[in-house]
């Protein structure tokens, strides 16, 4: 078998677009109800990271929550939402 036909029989993978969830400031929710909603949201956030987090957001006027495969970053951020926190998604570029 040549080169060449080991060349194209071998497949690149593509790693799955990422995208990162973002908390934004708001004026309703306490501080302290946004830390336990994020712990309690997305396992990975731990309670001092969800403390940096909240102060990010409440001081820059929104913060990084976490970068992670679409569908995730949609269900987290569907469900910051549904816990009347304000979140989006964006492509990490």
Known sequence: MS?????KRSTVRK???????LL???DFNSMEYVVQ?????VPAITQPQAVSIMMEA?????ALV????????EFYCETL???GLSSSIEPDD
Request: aromatic share 2%.
């Open 3 to 7: 080169v060449e036909t080991l060349e």
């Open 15 to 21: 790693h799955a677009p990422r995208y990162r969830v």
């Open 24 to 26: 934004h400031n708001d």
């Open 37 to 41: 909603t994020l712990v309690q949201t």
């Open 58 to 62: 409440h001081t820059n006027g929104k």
């Open 66 to 73: 976490i970068t992670c495969a679409q569908e995730h970053a």
């Open 81 to 83: 939402r549904n816990h």
